[in-house]
């Protein structure tokens, strides 16, 4: 009989085989070997040439200029920092206070950075012009916020250039709500307080064109003019199709307008296709009930629901003597359960509509292609809030808490450039979690041989060349 073997032991249920040795270790390493790269994109891309340029803000020339403030701050985020405390944690880092020619700041550098972009005047200012019973407001921009948004469209512009063959832009426009327990928070729709800014995206690019800071009392339908002419205006003159995308916050009749009127004011002339979601008003769901049941057509359907469309050529616009305004189509859905039973509300049918000015889709492939911006606009808030430093406010001054967004956005738009034209394709839809495993977060110690830094990484040779292969595609000297 044989006599059966003992179970061998296994190495992760056994006392780890090390200790910590206290003395701090002598070499010069790092634990973010990687991310020179980013910092050479978004050099490369000149953004410090455009800081420099444009930002203003140092009195006096000590200390760091408000290039170096830039770039730690993109830094901070493409590592995952999503406070000022974490500059400390970056500071810890021998090596990465050497690899990119300049040492980090401390938190408290970084604080008085930011609130040289609030400006408490320009507070006032919107909160003495408020109509009476209106309780929120968006104030206009300080000249340094307005200086960093001219360096984000320079941004987007070396970026488009390096990718001239994009000639189509798709602009999703959309709000979010980052919560926030500051004091100085106001509540927002879904009941938490915060705030609510309303960011632009290139689709196709994946850049965002435009943001605007607001508090979260302030609606997502307001004021979405301003943000969509910066947007447009963001884009480069490569582009000869122009197209928008929006949820009902943008059903409002002085932007569809606007896009309607192809001799438009302070904006690109000529065709902008649009198609935004409708608000249900009383006479649109008049419209819809008129609908015969032959009008309808298969649109989508899934296990619980079935989805019908159906075109309703309406225009509630009344035109102004000698105005020409493109031709609009209201397409109709029709949701129903497949057991025919009632939705929550007790409603056996629910309705949806979304008005657009663009004809060359039938209205199944015009209702997909609008569609498609949940996989774009959203998944921006979600990488600015979750993996960028978005998600999580600095201070209680609302100008700081705008340039920390901003900053938050030009990560991502220095991240892109990084993934689409220098690093591998399959990394091209990789979100900052990814990148930092992959790339920037790799062990690696410094060596100071013949007048020259070199880093030596952890990673496999074939990595190492992939790297050394993008750092050749980021040519270095980039300028605004």
């Not at 390493?29 to 050479?40: C, M």
């Not at 199709?241 to 438009?264: F, P, T, V």
Request: include cysteine; charged fraction near 30%.
């Amino acid at each position: 009989m044989a006599i059966p073997k003992k179970p061998k032991r296994s190495p992760a249920a056994g006392e780890l085989p090390f200790e910590y040795d206290v003395e701090p270790a002598e070499q010069v390493l790092t634990g973010y070997a990687g991310i020179p790269l980013f910092v050479r994109a978004a050099r490369s891309f000149g953004v410090p040439g455009s800081v420099g340029q444009h930002v203003r803000l140092k009195q006096r020339q000590r200390g760091f200029d408000e290039a170096t403030y830039v770039e730690s701050f993109l830094v901070l985020n493409a590592l995952g920092g999503d406070c000022l405390d974490d500059f400390d944690r970056l500071r810890e880092d021998a090596g990465l206070s050497q690899m990119p020619g300049h040492e980090i700041p401390s938190p408290e550098a970084a604080r008085k950075f930011l609130y040289a972009f609030h400006d408490q005047g320009k507070i006032e200012q919107a909160q003495q012009e408020l109509p009476v019973g209106q309780v929120s407001y968006i104030p206009r921009e300080s000249e340094p916020l307005r200086a960093l948004a001219q360096v984000n469209q320079d941004l987007v512009q070396a970026v488009a250039r390096r990718a001239a063959e994009q000639k189509i832009a798709t602009l999703d426009v959309d709000a979010t709500v980052i919560e926030s327990w500051k004091r100085e928070a106001k509540p927002a729709y879904e009941g938490s307080a915060g705030y609510q800014p309303v960011l632009a995206l290139w689709a196709e690019m994946d850049l965002a064109l435009a943001d605007e800071f607001r508090d979260g009392n302030v609606g997502a339908h307001v004021e979405l003019l301003g943000v969509t002419k910066r947007a447009l205006a963001a884009l480069p003159e490569t582009v000869t199709e122009r197209y928008l995308r929006g949820d009902s916050a943008c059903y409002d009749q002085r932007l569809l307008k606007w896009l309607r009127n192809r001799q438009r004011e302070e904006g690109p002339q000529g065709y902008i296709g649009f198609a935004v979601s409708a608000r249900m008003s009383e006479s649109l769901k008049e419209k819809i009930r008129l609908i015969p049941d032959a009008g309808w057509r298969p649109y989508r359907e899934d296990t619980e629901v079935i989805c019908e469309c159906a075109e309703l050529p309406w225009d509630p616009v009344e035109r102004k003597a000698g105005e020409v305004l493109d031709e609009v189509r209201y397409l109709a859905i029709r949701v129903r359960r497949r057991q025919g039973e009632l939705f929550e509300d007790g409603v056996l049918t629910r309705h949806f509509a979304v008005v657009t000015n663009r004809f060359d889709f039938d209205a199944k492939r015009l209702l997909e292609w609008h569609r498609e911006k949940a996989g774009s606009i959203e998944a921006l808030h979600d990488v600015l809030k979750n993996e960028l430093a978005a998600g999580v406010m600095p201070c209680g001054r609302f100008g700081a808490n705008a340039a920390w967004l901003r900053l938050a956005v030009m990560t991502h738009n220095v991240l892109t450039g990084l993934k689409r034209l220098a690093l591998k394709p399959e990394l091209l839809r990789a979100r900052p979690k990814r990148l930092r495993f992959q790339i920037f977060c790799s062990p690696g110690a410094l060596i100071h041989h013949a007048r020259q830094l070199r880093v030596r990484v952890g990673r496999l040779v074939e990595q190492l060349r992939e790297w050394a292969e993008a750092w050749r595609l980021l040519p270095a000297g980039g300028s605004a």
